[in-house]
């Protein structure tokens, strides 16, 4: 599937922009030019060779901020993806194998957690847990993780009615053998589609939370307390909130755009678009001219 991806521009285009991100996570608070906390009488200062884009009302670098604060936003929103994935896909294909009483239970389940108001939820379970990302990550995982349900458990229904997985659970194999062998191939490709999706909600979700000031605390660098802090000096740097709205927006995009590049390349469609090529390759190489050395 990923050599399929990045066939597609759109794949290669999204696989280059979230290797960046990553690498801001990895190493943005090596490369920070300055210490992202230390404060300076130079405040609210415009870009210049010292300060790439300017220093903030506390007079500490913004960019070295913004690197800083990469990697908050990126553990984040993994942090909610793999945790809806968890909570959801596994219930999601068990759910199909282990009886009515199971599936009617994790139903209800997903029913309570789509109808529960997500920010009020959310600040509750962190004002009983602590106020920490990691905790904020985990309950917005779990409030997402009914997408991953309703996704793995459609997948699996396609897959269970199938003949050849009737004839492996009537021969004797277990429910455990059958979703490794012949369901978790199915299933894959409509996950790897919302996982991808989920990232691109994951960043938003982090933003939107260390915008209000929950999951980290000031004065701790992240992308939504950099927007926070900027919107109270519109007025002395109307450009500030550009760069930190600038890199969600781009990251949630290329989350998007990869979603759509696993979709175009899985199941019928990426069946077509693979004997598409293949046909085109065949007639490019029949109307290839013959040697000369090849010819008798």
């Known amino acids: 599937m990923v050599r399929r991806v990045l066939a597609l521009t759109s794949g290669r285009i999204a696989f280059a922009i979230l290797a960046v991100i ?3 996570a990895l190493f943005g608070p090596w490369l920070a030019p300055q210490d992202p906390l230390a404060t300076s009488d130079n405040t609210l ?9 300017g220093t903030d009302y506390l007079g500490r670098d913004v960019f070295s901020r913004l690197l800083d604060g990469s990697r908050v936003s990126v553990l984040g929103s993994l942090e909610v993806a793999l945790m809806a994935l968890v909570v959801g896909a596994i219930p999601g294909i068990l759910s199909v194998y282990f ?3 199971f599936e009617w239970l994790t139903l209800r389940l997903a029913d309570t957690l789509v109808a529960l108001p997500f920010l009020l939820f959310a600040v509750a379970v962190i004002a009983l847990l602590g106020n920490g990302i990691t905790q904020a990550m985990l309950v917005t995982g779990a409030l997402v993780s009914p997408l991953f349900y309703r996704v793995a458990r459609a997948a699996t229904l396609s897959v269970a009615r199938s003949q050849y997985v009737e004839a492996a659970l009537i021969s004797g194999a277990s429910i455990g053998w059958v979703v490794r062998r012949h369901v978790w191939g199915k299933v894959l490709p409509p996950i790897a ?3 991808a999706q989920t ?3 994951g960043f938003v979700i982090v933003s939107s939370l260390t915008f209000l000031g929950i999951g980290i605390q000031p004065p701790a660098p992240t992308w939504g307390g950099l927007l926070a802090s900027d919107l109270g000096y519109l007025s002395h740097q109307p450009w500030a909130p550009l760069a930190p709205a600038l890199l969600i927006m781009v990251t949630v995009w290329a989350s998007n755009l990869l979603a759509d590049a696993i979709r175009d390349v899985s199941g019928e469609a990426g069946r077509a678009l693979v004997n598409n090529r293949k046909a085109r390759a065949n007639r490019l190489g029949k109307g290839r001219p013959v040697s000369a050395g090849g010819a008798r």
């Open 45 to 53: 200062a415009a870009a210049s060779g010292a300060h790439w884009l």
């Open 199 to 201: 990232i691109g909600v």
């Open 22 to 24: 990553a690498l801001l």
């Open 99 to 101: 009886g009515r009483v």
């Open 193 to 195: 589609v919302a996982l």
